[in-house]
């Protein structure tokens, strides 16, 4: 019998793990001269803005999983896959957009993702009902996070 409290902490630790490991990944990359010189949006968030937001959304998003797999009496393999794929997207935009400077292929990434959230938000609104509410502030902050990588790949 799986409980909730369990599956929580393991969305936790796998969420904050993902910013974790891309922190890591970029390399210092959002206090770099690079990035500092790039052109970026004038509605781009301050330095710390990211990091209450992250982990804001971290949190959020693990509450939103928990209840999504606690819905299905055994382990769901759309779901392990789906949030795998979506752990793998957000760590690797890291590296690729602050460490390796490829503003285009992070824009291709980040859409990925951000249709992957999108997909997870309307694909199970109606089991997830009320719920909802915990992914909507990804799906946002997603739908921001695209618009400021768009913003620089279009004017840099």
Same mark, same amino acid.
């Given at each position: 019998?799986? $409980?909730?409290?369990? *599956? !929580?902490? =393991?969305?936790?630790?796998?969420? !904050?793990?993902?910013? &974790? #490991? &891309? +922190?890591l990944l970029m390399n210092n990359g959002s206090k770099s001269v690079w990035y500092?010189? *790039?052109?970026?949006?004038?509605? +781009?968030?301050?330095?710390? =803005?990211? &990091?209450?937001?992250? !982990? $804001?959304?971290? %949190?959020?998003? $693990?509450?939103?999983? %928990?209840? /999504? #797999?606690?819905?299905?009496?055994?382990?769901?393999?759309? *779901?392990?896959? @789906? !949030?795998?794929?979506?752990?793998?997207?957000?760590? $690797?935009?890291?590296?690729?957009?602050?460490?390796?400077?490829?503003? @285009? @292929?992070? /824009?291709?990434?980040? =859409?990925? /993702?951000?249709?992957?959230?999108?997909?997870? +938000?309307?694909?199970? /609104? %109606?089991?997830?009902?009320?719920?909802?509410?915990?992914?909507?502030?990804?799906? #946002?902050?997603?739908?921001?996070? +695209?618009? *400021?990588?768009?913003?620089? #790949?279009?004017?840099?």
């Amino acid at each position: 019998m799986k $409980s909730k409290l369990t *599956l !929580f902490l =393991v969305f936790i630790i796998a969420n !904050f793990g993902a910013l &974790g #490991v &891309g +922190t890591l990944l970029m390399n210092n990359g959002s206090k770099s001269v690079w990035y500092h010189q *790039l052109n970026k949006a004038p509605w +781009t968030p301050e330095g710390w =803005v990211f &990091g209450a937001a992250w !982990f $804001s959304l971290m %949190t959020c998003f $693990s509450i939103y999983m %928990t209840q /999504l #797999v606690f819905k299905f009496e055994r382990p769901n393999a759309e *779901l392990i896959k @789906l !949030f795998t794929i979506q752990w793998i997207l957000n760590v $690797s935009w890291n590296y690729i957009f602050f460490n390796k400077h490829l503003t @285009l @292929l992070g /824009l291709v990434i980040i =859409v990925m /993702l951000w249709l992957l959230i999108g997909y997870f +938000t309307f694909k199970y /609104l %109606t089991e997830m009902k009320y719920a909802t509410i915990f992914i909507v502030p990804y799906l #946002v902050w997603m739908t921001i996070a +695209t618009s *400021l990588n768009a913003y620089i #790949v279009i004017n840099n």
